[in-house]
T-cell receptor, first 111, second 118 residues
Framework: QKEVEQNSGPLSVPEGAIASLNCTYSDRGSQSFFWYRQYSGKSPELIMFIYSNGDKEDGRFTAQLNKASQYVSLLIRDSQPSDSATYLCAVTRGGYQKVTFGIGTKLQVIP | ETGVTQTPRHLVMGMTNKKSLKCEQHLGHNAMYWYKQSAKKPLELMFVYSLEERVENNSVPSRFSPECPNSSHLFLHLHTLQPEDSALYLC?????????????????FGPGTRLTVL
């Protein structure tokens, strides 16, 4: 079983729709959860962090965490072509302990 | 220079060469990382340095040798690499952040070095 699982995609959504990106993890001791965005040929950049069960909203982005189900998701409302990128889910037990990344989901927003 | 910089951006080397990758962070962070990113594989953590001490060595072959002379600089020395070592090598730095939601370790990545081993 992979430590962090994501569907590699591509996930195609029309412009203005909601994009839903999902991630599951195997380590029940995981404490912190991240979503990174990586444009083609660029390095990852952090867009969301979530620590507690429930939803966390930041602009058009909403991260959702369910520790009981070991499930993290990222919703992107009003998707724009500029959101087209690979979205990496990452988890860690905290501190400077190992951050484990998923393979990433490629999102394509169609104009 | 701002953020995290890496040099060179591209490197082609033979299996018998010795080369070094350099990373510099201008963010005042106290931890630095080396990651390997290969096609169709997750980012793989290679090494972590916190306060210039190695705190994580993720079973990396000895042909990769890290060096952290101070909190702003990180090197990855390469020798007798294999073609399967061809990948994007990313450096990152971080600082612990305390927020209302809790403490977390936000990593900032450099642009990476695209390494090709012939």
């Amino acid at each position: 079983q992979k430590e962090v699982e994501q569907n590699s995609g591509p996930l195609s959504v029309p412009e203005g729709a909601i994009a839903s990106l999902n991630c599951t993890y195997s380590d029940r001791g995981s404490q912190s959860f991240f979503w990174y965005r990586q444009y083609s040929g660029k390095s990852p950049e952090l867009i969301m962090f979530i620590y507690s069960n429930g939803d966390k909203e930041d602009g058009r982005f909403t991260a959702q965490l369910n520790k009981a189900s070991q499930y993290v998701s990222l919703l992107i409302r009003d998707s724009q072509p500029s959101d087209s990128a690979t979205y990496l889910c990452a988890v860690t037990r905290g501190g400077y302990q190992k951050v484990t990344f998923g393979i990433g989901t490629k999102l394509q927003v169609i104009p | 220079e701002t953020g995290v910089t890496q040099t060179p951006r591209h490197l082609v080397m033979g299996m018998t060469n010795k080369k070094s990758l350099k990373c510099e962070q201008h963010l005042g962070h106290n931890a630095m990382y080396w990651y390997k990113q290969s096609a169709k594989k997750p980012l793989e953590l290679m090494f972590v340095y916190s306060l210039e001490e190695r705190v994580e060595n993720n079973s990396v072959p000895s042909r990769f040798s890290p060096e952290c002379p101070n909190s702003s600089h990180l090197f990855l020395h390469l020798h007798t690499l294999q073609p399967e070592d061809s990948a994007l090598y990313l450096c990152a730095s971080s600082q612990m952040v305390t927020s209302l939601e809790g403490s977390y370790n936000e990593q900032f990545f450099g642009p990476g070095t695209r390494l090709t081993v012939l």
